[in-house]
């Protein structure tokens, strides 16, 4: 029986994955946390909460109700009577960045108020 032996280009290989999990790891635990959520429909802003304080918004002029929960520092939106729900089950947010979309609103939460880990978000 032949034995292969580990070549250097796989030992190389093997400490860049161990060395970018590291890095996933030590970062990403370390996002920054929002200060507000900024509630826009059809591209208008039209609430500014803080997430320093818990409580329940309804944003007015929605064509869909939408209850929005803030607890402990995070957002979301808990109730929609939309037909998909697709911003309900997304849950809550509070990394600078996140962003919840309710498309049959056209209304969209942003986290903003600090930095962001990431220059661009696509």
């Known amino acids: 029986m032949e ?8 030992i190389i290989f093997i400490l860049l994955i161990l060395v ?8 990403g635990s370390t996002r920054e946390t929002g200060k507000n959520a900024v509630i ?19 944003p007015v002029g929605m064509e869909y109700p939408v209850t929005l929960t803030v607890s402990g520092g995070k957002i979301a939106v808990t109730e929609s009577e939309c037909t998909t729900k697709i911003c309900v089950h997304t849950g809550y947010i509070g990394a600078v960045g996140e962003m919840i979309v309710c498309l049959p609103n056209k209304m969209t939460v942003e986290i903003v ?3 962001s880990e990431y220059d661009l978000i696509i």
Do not use: H, Q, T, W
């Open 113 to 115: 108020g600090g930095e």
């Open 40 to 58: 826009r429909s059809d591209g208008d802003i039209i609430m500014d909460i803080p997430l320093s304080e818990d409580g329940v918004y309804y």
């Open 20 to 27: 970018a999990s590291a890095a996933a790891l030590i970062y």
């Open 3 to 10: 034995r292969k032996l580990i070549s250097k280009r796989d």
